[in-house]
């Protein structure tokens, strides 16, 4: 569907993008994720062709559109502000795009009137000023206008990042579920980990103008390809000392393991809730330092084996642990990330 093939982007001397290659499927959710300043958006801008690349192609369903005009290359876009006019209707703000393409009323009407029932829009909000609508309602609106002209793909700029935190939730939810509906081709920019995950089919993760690794949500968190990914994507122990020397882990290597995939019981009884431990896994006696509660799951952080570990369980409503209990830990070989040290 869209393919960038060995793209380079430069403002002035400096080199934003290095030689960027990405291949998009049809239908796909695709996410462009980093930190500020990686060159995600300036990818996306290429895309859309708000930005042309120094060299290198961009490909849509097998056609060079490196150097077609914006408007001519059928990609609707959600800004990270929305970019709507606050003082036209909401009706007026979708319709804006059918409205340069000289499309009868009848037409514009009736296409307006199906986006908005797909996004949840109703006939009196439709009447309202944009200025008048939460910003939930404006997102909607963004993604309406953006959708209205159907175009073969849509890209999307941080369309969340304005949004409080429960509502940006209930939105990724709603977001996910719209481009289901719609089947269409998706291309998401966002520095938030959680989002990128959970909205993904695969995502691109990028750093410093190179992209660190593409693959599926699970790819990128159970097998990070480079140890800046594995730190970038979820929270991470980085093993030391004591645990290196006692599982022979190579010291020319970074040892990473993910919270979760390190199992904790009581020092004093088998509670039972953790599997025996195989030939394979290590056993460290520790001590819980604090917890976090969050319900579904506990955080814990354990000193053990001369650092301290961050440890998540899932919350059962019995064997919970409390600062200062002795605890035995275990780590599967199996479950370590390794990268050489640069």
Do not use: W
């Not at 909401?90 to 393409?101: S, T």
């Amino acid at each position: 569907m869209i393919n960038l093939s060995d793209i380079v982007v430069k403002f002035g001397d400096f080199e934003a993008l290095h030689r960027i290659n990405v291949h998009v499927k049809e239908g796909e959710f695709f996410t462009f994720l980093g930190p500020s300043g990686c060159g995600k958006t300036t990818t996306l801008r290429t895309i859309t062709g708000f930005i042309e690349p120094a060299s290198g192609t961009v490909f849509m369903q097998g056609k060079d559109i490196t150097h077609v005009p914006i408007e001519k290359r059928n990609i609707g876009i959600v800004f990270q502000s929305y970019a709507l006019f606050p003082t036209m209707t909401v009706r007026d703000n979708i319709a804006f795009g059918l409205k340069i393409k000289k499309m009868k009323k009848d037409e514009i009407d009736r296409k307006v009137n199906d986006i908005a029932f797909k996004v949840d829009l109703t006939e009196e909000q439709l009447a309202k000023a944009v200025s008048q609508l939460s910003g939930g309602q404006q997102q909607r609106v963004a993604i309406a206008r953006a959708l209205v002209t159907e175009p073969a793909i849509i890209c999307m700029d941080e369309p969340l990042s304005n949004l409080d935190a429960k509502l940006r939730v209930n939105l990724r939810n709603e977001l996910k579920k719209m481009q289901r509906e719609f089947g269409i081709t998706t291309i998401y920019v966002t520095h938030d980990q959680e989002e990128a995950l959970t909205l993904s089919d695969r995502i691109a993760v990028f750093n410093k103008g190179y992209i660190e690794q593409i693959g599926t949500p699970n790819e990128v968190y159970n097998h990070s390809k480079t140890e800046f990914v594995a730190n970038f994507i979820g929270d991470i122990n980085r093993l030391k000392g004591d645990v290196m020397q006692q599982m022979r882990l190579p010291a020319n290597q970074a040892h990473y393991i993910r919270l979760e995939r390190i199992a904790v019981q009581t020092a004093e009884k088998e509670s039972g809730k953790v599997a025996p431990a195989d030939d394979q896994a290590a056993v460290f006696e520790g001590v819980i330092e604090s917890q976090e509660y969050y319900g579904l799951f506990i955080k814990y952080t354990i000193q053990a084996a001369g650092q301290t570990l961050k440890v998540v369980e899932k919350n059962d409503g019995i064997n919970i642990y409390e600062p200062g209990e002795s605890v035995l830990l275990r780590i599967n070989p199996a479950d370590i990330m390794h990268y050489d040290v640069r």
